[in-house]
Each structure stands twice: as C-alpha cells, then as structure tokens.
C-alpha cells in the first residue's frame, strides 16, 4: 500500500476552511471513555486558549470548529508549517448530550506523533492543559449531568 500526501486548502466551505499544507497521514485514535462534557462556557475558553497560542502566532495549536490539532512547533509562516509536524488532534461533538454542551469523544495521534513520543493521552492532555482540565479528573465539568432531551430517540 502506498500513501500519498494529500495538500488540503482552498476556498471556506460554509464557514469551514481548511488549512493549506496539512496532509492525510495514518494515525491512531482513542475514543475518550468516559468522554468529556464541557459546558459551553468551558469550550469557548479551551478554542480562545488554543486560538492564543496559534501556530501561526508562536504557538504549537490549531483550532478549528470540530477540533484542536496539536503541532511540534509555531509556523514559518501563515499557511505555511514549514518543518512544524502534526502530532494529533483532539475532536468533539457540539449540543451533546443536550443543547449548550461540548462532548471531546476522540483523541488521534499521527505516525509523526507517534515517532516523537506522543501517545493519544499525551495528545488530550496538551489541549486540556489550555484551560487547566485535567483528563484523569472530572470527567463532566458541571454540578450534575445534563438530563437527557425527552425529544430525542433512545438507540
């Protein structure tokens, strides 16, 4: 089997645009068990401390609308990661379990990750640590559990 880099970018999909130079790789992923519940407060603090510490401000992250990649190191440039190596990413869900929740199902590290040392854990941790949350703590970050929206199908 052979693997090709696939260059992403181009123009915003209904508000999503893809960043240029970030390629398809083979990686491994945890599903977060139990997951994370973040309230909506906590979500909007985790993407504004990932979104200060941008890769192309210095930083070592990338946030987009469904999740946080986690870089080696800042860009050379904007769009332009240069020599930077994309180690992971931690992705989420939004209005899970109900409206105005946050739920960090999936923690994936990159093969790049992985010949540097990091593990799906390690991964998580870097992008909970933006806000303090530790992932071997509390796994829901509010007094008590959301209820269950009566309007939505049971599995």
């Not at 260059?7 to 068990?33: E, N």
């Not at 946050?102 to 854990?121: D, F, K, L, N, P």
């Amino acid at each position: 089997m052979t693997l090709h880099p696939v260059p992403l970018g181009g123009p915003s999909l209904t508000g999503l645009k893809l960043k240029a130079f970030a390629i398809a790789v083979p990686a491994l992923s945890s599903h977060v068990r139990p997951a994370l519940v973040l309230a909506e407060r906590e979500s909007r603090q985790l993407l504004e401390a990932a979104k200060a510490q941008d890769v192309s401000r210095g930083g070592r992250f990338s946030a987009g609308p469904a999740c946080i990649q986690v870089w080696s190191a800042s860009w050379d440039a904007d769009g332009d990661p240069g020599g930077s190596i994309h180690l992971g990413s931690v992705d989420w869900s939004y209005d899970t379990p109900v409206r105005h929740y946050v739920t960090i199902y999936r923690a994936m590290v990159t093969a790049a990750g992985v010949e540097a040392g990091e593990s799906t854990h390690s991964v998580l941790q870097a992008v909970m640590s933006l806000t303090g949350i530790d992932v071997d703590g509390a796994r829901i970050t509010m007094p008590s559990p959301p209820t269950r929206d009566p309007f939505r199908r049971t599995a």
